[in-house]
């Protein structure tokens, strides 16, 4: 019951983030780069084995000057979103995991994208 649940609302979730992505590609088109696609299918493989997507990522933006300083936490966490999601319908029904630790992983999870991409937008660029 808790699986269906919380597969539920990362679907609905999903579902409110694939909407927002299409209004704002309406106001401003923009088509991803193969460059983009190819980092973030590597990137996203290596997440999903647990080594983790982010350091990788920025220390690719930094390198290849893709993305302005101020931008990459939320370019990261936006761009990583459909992925992470898609891991997460993965590994739900495919992992036997304790349904309690399951929802409380994805709450921090979600508070932390919620709060680390409106704090980090607003940072100065120095601390990123």
Do not use: C
Not at 15 to 24: D, E, K, R
Not at 93 to 110: E, F, K, M, N, R
């Amino acid at each position: 019951m808790i699986l269906i649940v919380l597969l539920s609302a990362l679907a609905l979730a999903s579902g409110i983030f694939v909407l927002a992505l299409i209004a704002a590609l309406r106001r401003r088109p923009a088509a991803p780069s193969l460059e983009g696609v190819l980092l973030s299918a590597v990137t996203s493989f290596f997440d999903a084995l647990g080594i983790g997507g982010f350091a990788p990522t920025t220390a690719y933006f930094k390198f290849r000057r893709n993305v302005p300083d101020e931008l990459i936490p939320a370019t990261m966490i936006s761009g990583y979103a459909l992925a992470a999601a898609t891991e997460g319908f993965v590994f739900i029904t495919a992992v036997q995991v304790d349904p309690l630790l399951l929802g409380l992983s994805i709450a921090a999870s979600v508070a932390g994208a919620v709060l680390g991409v409106s704090l980090g937008a607003r940072l100065p660029v120095t601390p990123i």
